[in-house]
């Protein structure tokens, strides 16, 4: 309520505007600096917006932190921040859900399973080491059996759209690697958000609570199928064609509407956001595909906020109770299960061992997903700063070692190229 009272004093409302514009320019700079390290641009927009308040504390202390986003100004940028995310959501599950309904060749199921099921080991190894050394900071009160899951699907997430944008930027789009990896990314992905949503569930930690979130959960899913079934409408179609800024102000008041009332039953606003981008049928020529585009991209431009936001209740509040332990237990166990689980899913799936490696370092990619599975965690109270903190870092140093490592790949398969053919030169001249 007091977010919504300084959208009514003209100062407070030019403040905001104010922080989010610094967002914005933050956001710009993160871009031009992964742009410089050959990066994808949402890795510079990530670590630079997750950086900016701990990096005005650490200098200016914080006071002036306090000053340049006071509370209520924070709680409005916060708000904005969750309805980008809300927004942005809403494309990216539609996505998944298109692409994720079509049949798989053998050798991708291969790759989703190696790539699923060895991470999610990883994930109970890492839970278990939180338990058994007592780190009462990391484990947090959630009950044992959520605690378990959402650690689990937290080390299993491999980011589609980072991957996507990474395949696009080097050229892999059409490449054997790359559609493998794109496709294996997508199955997994839509499982986790199932697994995700089971521990969210078992979160409440006793019957009642499960059933309330059943209930909360089949209330999502009855506002999700209206959608569906809504936009299928004659007066729907005719409306997308006629009136698609209408519709995409509609499609997105819908979204904020179904998010809103999960996060108020209990559940997570980001569960909402999923569901009605599932809901949305699929189909190139749908004349709502670009309702869905306008939504993500709007959501796309808040997103920084996101970060930014995320930085400063995660961050600064988190860093002295998590161990260097846990940060690099939880990045080991990442490159551990994704890539050895990758690599051998590929080989599994019939693929060369040189495309098996390209798969292997592709699935490792977890990027902005990851930050939106932990955003559910910690808001549903079952994952603790700390550990949200050592799996941020697990996340953004295995989506930045992609680039690197690909091109190593590459180098080395030029070498041995160049040292076959240098063989073979030489064996022909005598």
């Given at each position: 309520m007091e977010s919504l009272r300084i959208l009514g004093d003209a100062p407070r409302v030019a403040h905001v505007l104010a922080a989010l514009a610094a967002i914005l320019l933050i956001a710009l700079a993160g871009r031009a600096l992964a742009r410089l390290l050959r990066q994808p641009v949402v890795i510079g927009e990530i670590v630079v917006g997750l950086l900016s308040g701990p990096a005005v504390i650490a200098l200016f202390g914080r006071g002036t932190l306090n000053t340049l986003l006071p509370g209520p100004v924070f709680d409005v940028v916060k708000l904005i921040a969750q309805a980008g995310l809300v927004l942005f959501l809403v494309g990216l599950a539609h996505k998944l859900g298109t692409d994720s309904g079509g049949p798989r060749r053998g050798?991708?199921?291969?790759?989703?399973?190696?790539?699923?099921?060895?991470?999610?080991?990883?994930?109970?190894?890492?839970?278990?080491?939180?338990?058994?050394?007592?780190?009462?900071?990391?484990?947090?009160?959630?009950?044992?059996?959520?605690?378990?899951?959402?650690?689990?699907?937290?080390?299993?997430?491999?980011?589609?759209?980072?991957?996507?944008?990474?395949?696009?930027?080097?050229?892999?789009?059409?490449?054997?690697?790359?559609?493998?990896?794109?496709?294996?990314?997508?199955?997994?992905?839509?499982?986790?958000?199932?697994?995700?949503?089971?521990?969210?569930?078992?979160?409440?930690?006793?019957?009642?609570?499960?059933?309330?979130?059943?209930?909360?959960?089949?209330?999502?899913?009855?506002?999700?199928?209206?959608?569906?079934?809504?936009?299928?409408?004659?007066?729907?179609?005719?409306?997308?064609?006629?009136?698609?800024?209408?519709?995409?102000?509609?499609?997105?008041?819908?979204?904020?509407?179904?998010?809103?009332?999960?996060?108020?039953?209990?559940?997570?606003?980001?569960?909402?956001?999923?569901?009605?981008?599932?809901?949305?049928?699929?189909?190139?020529?749908?004349?709502?595909?670009?309702?869905?585009?306008?939504?993500?991209?709007?959501?796309a431009v808040l997103a920084p906020a996101f970060f930014v936001v995320t930085g400063i209740t995660v961050l600064t509040r988190s860093f002295a109770d998590t161990s260097w332990q846990l940060i690099a237990a939880a990045l080991v166990l990442g490159c551990l299960g994704k890539g050895v689980g990758g690599y051998l899913g590929a080989r599994r799936g019939g693929r060369t061992p040189e495309t098996a490696r390209k798969v292997a370092v592709l699935m490792n990619t977890r990027g902005l997903t990851e930050l939106i599975a932990l955003q559910a965690g910690l808001s549903a109270g079952i994952l603790t700063g700390p550990l949200v903190l050592a799996l941020i870092?697990?996340?953004?140093?295995?989506?930045?070692m992609t680039g690197p490592l690909l091109t190593l790949l590459d180098r080395g398969e030029r070498r041995l190229t160049t040292g076959a053919l240098a063989v073979a030169t030489e064996s022909s001249v005598r």
């Amino acid at each position: 309520m007091e977010s919504l009272r300084i959208l009514g004093d003209a100062p407070r409302v030019a403040h905001v505007l104010a922080a989010l514009a610094a967002i914005l320019l933050i956001a710009l700079a993160g871009r031009a600096l992964a742009r410089l390290l050959r990066q994808p641009v949402v890795i510079g927009e990530i670590v630079v917006g997750l950086l900016s308040g701990p990096a005005v504390i650490a200098l200016f202390g914080r006071g002036t932190l306090n000053t340049l986003l006071p509370g209520p100004v924070f709680d409005v940028v916060k708000l904005i921040a969750q309805a980008g995310l809300v927004l942005f959501l809403v494309g990216l599950a539609h996505k998944l859900g298109t692409d994720s309904g079509g049949p798989r060749r053998g050798g991708t199921l291969w790759v989703a399973v190696g790539s699923l099921i060895p991470p999610l080991v990883t994930g109970l190894l890492l839970a278990g080491l939180v338990l058994l050394t007592d780190d009462d900071a990391a484990r947090g009160s959630a009950p044992l059996p959520a605690f378990l899951l959402m650690v689990a699907v937290s080390m299993s997430i491999t980011a589609v759209p980072v991957m996507a944008r990474i395949l696009e930027d080097r050229g892999m789009t059409r490449s054997g690697a790359g559609q493998t990896a794109l496709a294996a990314a997508i199955v997994i992905d839509a499982a986790g958000w199932l697994l995700l949503t089971l521990a969210i569930s078992l979160g409440k930690g006793s019957l009642a609570g499960l059933l309330h979130s059943v209930r909360a959960l089949g209330l999502g899913v009855l506002c999700a199928l209206a959608v569906r079934y809504g936009l299928r409408t004659r007066v729907a179609r005719t409306a997308c064609v006629r009136l698609p800024r209408t519709v995409t102000v509609l499609l997105g008041s819908v979204a904020l509407v179904v998010a809103i009332a999960m996060d108020h039953l209990g559940m997570t606003a980001i569960l909402g956001a999923a569901l009605v981008g599932f809901s949305i049928p699929g189909g190139e020529d749908a004349p709502w595909e670009g309702a869905v585009a306008s939504v993500s991209r709007t959501g796309a431009v808040l997103a920084p906020a996101f970060f930014v936001v995320t930085g400063i209740t995660v961050l600064t509040r988190s860093f002295a109770d998590t161990s260097w332990q846990l940060i690099a237990a939880a990045l080991v166990l990442g490159c551990l299960g994704k890539g050895v689980g990758g690599y051998l899913g590929a080989r599994r799936g019939g693929r060369t061992p040189e495309t098996a490696r390209k798969v292997a370092v592709l699935m490792n990619t977890r990027g902005l997903t990851e930050l939106i599975a932990l955003q559910a965690g910690l808001s549903a109270g079952i994952l603790t700063g700390p550990l949200v903190l050592a799996l941020i870092v697990m996340a953004l140093t295995t989506t930045a070692m992609t680039g690197p490592l690909l091109t190593l790949l590459d180098r080395g398969e030029r070498r041995l190229t160049t040292g076959a053919l240098a063989v073979a030169t030489e064996s022909s001249v005598r």
